[in-house]
């Protein structure tokens, strides 16, 4: 296990050399949204003390090149530092290490340097972008039956940030198109077009994983 | 891979002095001359035998730029090594060491060991602080020293392993309590811990260096 960096950072696309290319394996455990632990949670159970107790919504992914090619796994979730916060305030990125295939850790980030977008709705494809401008793009990888659910919760949470970011600047509308990256090094977030505040609760509720009201 | 023990080791030190180069040549023995700047954190592990102890070293490499500063120092917490990191090459990034250890000292464990690094130890002709300025910070405040260079990989895994045997050496003089685990230390998964290297990775990460290799 190692990774000083982690794959999706370097350029516009570089895997990591330790990360596997396991892109034709089954999609494993999803999202923690059931109130089952995801991978990720338990990971940062077994090894990350201070990271162990935090609410975490994650879901696997592949990493995909803009047009669309695959290359290595992902594990991306969102997590709240503290209980006492409305919305999620770290990413955190994981991936499955070279040597065994376990799931290592490679970064956590505050959400405030990251920029969360829907790259392409058909494919279920995010993008990730850094404050840095680097950038990565990310595919569900789900089973059939949840993946649209699961992809809807991703965006909804994109939703929330965007609005919380926002600061009630103006209200939103659940347009998927209006979050669309247009261009790489646009400032995005004035591209939003906002009409109406959420009428869902976004209290944090771990107790029943009901996490943000996703 | 079992281990006896997983010390949390952080990075920490001015923007641009090689604190992921370390990592990346710690983990990867790799150098990568254009790094991005880190945001937050990013993570690292190395297995390295002490004492004929699989010993798991998970390492947290911060954001060094003061705009990620009060965000990183949170997670200093629990730390059992910090490797503080200066450029040799500019002045500025040694006269901020203090400032790095306050931080360091107010938000982690009394007992955590602390390695001062002056890196890029290969750019010699460029040197702005003299080793011996090092080593005389080093000794005021109680910290081991070191010169690195990523670029060379000449004392890193010193440095890194070094740190290691200074935290087991205290395990074992009974001043960490391996039970709390706001010192960074954990016990691994596995009670019982065989002292015979078994993979080939494990071979490579678990080679005994000496104190000092002289290489810089």
């Given at each position: ?8 950072l ?10 596997t ?22 990971h940062l ?17 592949v ?33 499955p290490?070279?040597?065994?295939g ?12 990251v ?16 404050r840095t ?15 649209d ?19 009630g600047?103006?209200?939103f509308?659940q ?20 009409e ?5 609760d ?13 | ?8 080791y ?5 923007t ?14 790799r150098?990568?001359p ?9 993570f ?52 901020h ?77 009974g ?42």
């Amino acid at each position: 296990m190692s990774a000083g960096r982690p794959p999706f950072l370097p350029g516009l696309w570089a895997p990591h050399p330790r990360m596997t290319s396991q892109t034709r394996a089954r999609p494993r455990q999803r999202a923690c949204s059931t109130g089952r632990p995801g991978r990720l949670q338990r990971h940062l159970s077994g090894e990350f003390d201070q990271l162990r107790d935090f609410p975490i919504f994650e879901s696997n992914f592949v990493q995909v090149t803009r047009l669309g090619e695959v290359a290595n796994k992902v594990t991306m979730g969102v997590a709240a530092s503290s209980p006492a916060l409305e919305l999620p305030d770290l990413l955190l990125l994981a991936g499955p290490t070279k040597e065994n295939g376990r799931l290592q850790l490679f970064g956590l980030f505050p959400l405030q340097f990251v920029q969360l977008f829907v790259h392409d709705e058909s494919r279920w494809q995010l993008k990730v972008k850094f404050r840095t401008g680097r950038a990565f793009y990310l595919q569900l990888r789900a089973p059939p039956e949840t993946r649209d659910r699961e992809f809807g919760q991703w965006v909804r949470l994109l939703y929330r940030l965007r609005f919380h970011s926002a600061q009630g600047a103006v209200p939103f509308t659940q347009e998927y198109s209006a979050l669309e990256d247009c261009d790489d090094d646009e400032e995005d977030e004035e591209e939003l077009e906002l009409e109406e505040p959420p009428a869902l609760d976004t209290r944090l509720d771990p107790q029943t994983s009901v996490l943000w009201g996703l | 891979m079992t281990y006896a023990y997983l010390f949390k080791y952080i990075i920490i030190g001015d923007t641009g002095v090689g604190k992921s180069c370390l990592l990346l040549q710690f983990t990867d023995k790799r150098f990568q001359p254009v790094h991005d700047l880190t945001i937050g954190v990013e993570f690292g592990a190395r297995m390295v035998n002490i004492d004929g102890k699989q010993i798991k070293l998970q390492i947290w490499d911060t954001a060094g730029q003061e705009s990620f500063r009060s965000i990183t120092r949170s997670y200093y917490r629990g730390a059992a090594g910090a490797l503080l990191v200066y450029d040799i090459t500019r002045r500025e990034t040694f006269n901020h060491l203090t400032s790095w250890l306050e931080d360091a000292r107010q938000h982690s464990s009394s007992n955590m060991v602390i390695m001062l690094i002056g890196n890029k130890s290969d750019l010699e002709s460029r040197r702005d602080v003299k080793r011996e300025e090092g080593e005389a910070f080093a000794r005021e405040h109680g910290l081991i020293f070191m010169e690195t260079s990523a670029k060379t990989a000449c004392n890193v895994e010193e440095a890194f392993i070094n740190t290691a045997k200074e935290i087991y050496r205290k395990i074992q003089q009974g001043l960490f309590d391996v039970h709390n685990e706001a010192n960074g230390i954990k016990i691994g998964p596995q009670q019982c811990i065989s002292t015979s290297v078994g993979s080939s990775t494990s071979q490579r990460n678990s080679r005994e260096v000496g104190s000092n290799s002289g290489c810089c």
